[in-house]
T-cell receptor, first 114, second 112 residues
C-alpha cells in the first residue's frame, strides 16, 4: 500500500537559517512526488515535483528536494529561510499503487522566528 | 485565465440542510477532484472525475454527491449536512495523470 509520512508536524527556524522538512513515502512502484505549500487562509500551490527525471528537484522560492530511493525519502530544503516562507507544507505521493490517486501527508507547519 | 473558481467561499448550514459547492475550471483539464481539509489530517479525497460523464469515489465519499456534465464544471452536493462535514473544501483540476494540481481558493463550511 502507498503512504506518505511527514515526520514533523511543526518546524521552527530563525530567519536566515536553513530549512529542512522531512517526508518519507512507501510505494511498490516508481512514485511521483510533490511538495505543495499553503499560506494562511489561502489555497495550495505547487512548490516542486519529482517524476523520475533528475533526483534533485528545484522548485519555486529557492526550495529544492532530493529523491532518495534507498531511504524512501523526499525531504524539502531551503538554504536560508525568509519570513514569507511561514506556511504549511504538504508532501504528496502518486503511483500505480493507488491508481495514480494522490496521497497527502498530514502537513508540516513552518514557523519562522525573526 | 481564471484557473479554478470555487463558490461560495464561506457558508453556514444547519444540520439536515442541503447545499452545492460550485467548481469551474477554464483550463480544459479532464481530471477534477474535491478534497476536504481538516486540522492535522492533510487533504482527503472525496470524489473525483476523469472526464465529462465519469465520476468515482475517493477516500471519504459518504454524504457527498458529484456530477460532471461538462469538462468545465464539477459541483459537490451535500444532501443532508451533518456537523462532521464542517471543514474546508478544495476543488482541484489536474494537468495530466501525474501532473500539477490547480486548486481553487477553498470553501469554508460550518454545519451547526
Amino acid at each position: 500500500a502507498q503512504s506518505v509520512t511527514q515526520l514533523d508536524s511543526h518546524v521552527s527556524v530563525s530567519e536566515g537559517t536553513p530549512v529542512l522538512l522531512r517526508c518519507n513515502y512507501s510505494s511498490s512502484y516508481s512514485p511521483s512526488l510533490f511538495w505543495y505549500v499553503q499560506h494562511p487562509n489561502k489555497g495550495l500551490q505547487l512548490l516542486l515535483k519529482y517524476t523520475s527525471a533528475a533526483t534533485l528537484v528545484k522548485g519555486i522560492n529557492g526550495f529544492e528536494a532530493e529523491f532518495k530511493k534507498s531511504e524512501t525519502s523526499f525531504h524539502l530544503t531551503k538554504p536560508s529561510a525568509h519570513m514569507s516562507d511561514a506556511a504549511e507544507y504538504f508532501c504528496v505521493v502518486s503511483s500505480m499503487d493507488s491508481n495514480y490517486q494522490l496521497i497527502w501527508g498530514a502537513g508540516t507547519k513552518l514557523i519562522i522566528k525573526p | 485565465n481564471a484557473g479554478v473558481t470555487q463558490t461560495p467561499k464561506f457558508q453556514v448550514l444547519k444540520t439536515g440542510q442541503s447545499m452545492t459547492l460550485q467548481c469551474a475550471q477554464d483550463m480544459n483539464h479532464e481530471y477534477m477532484s474535491w478534497y476536504r481539509q481538516d486540522p492535522g489530517m492533510g487533504l482527503r479525497l472525496i470524489h473525483y472525475s476523469v472526464g465529462a460523464g465519469i465520476t468515482d469515489q475517493g477516500e471519504v465519499p459518504n454524504g457527498y454527491n458529484v456530477s460532471r456534465s461538462t469538462t468545465e464544471d464539477f459541483p459537490l452536493r451535500l444532501l443532508s449536512a451533518a456537523p462532521s462535514q464542517t471543514s474546508v473544501y478544495f476543488c482541484a483540476s489536474v494537468q495530466g495523470r501525474t501532473g500539477e494540481l490547480f486548486f481553487g481558493e477553498g470553501s469554508r463550511l460550518t454545519v451547526l
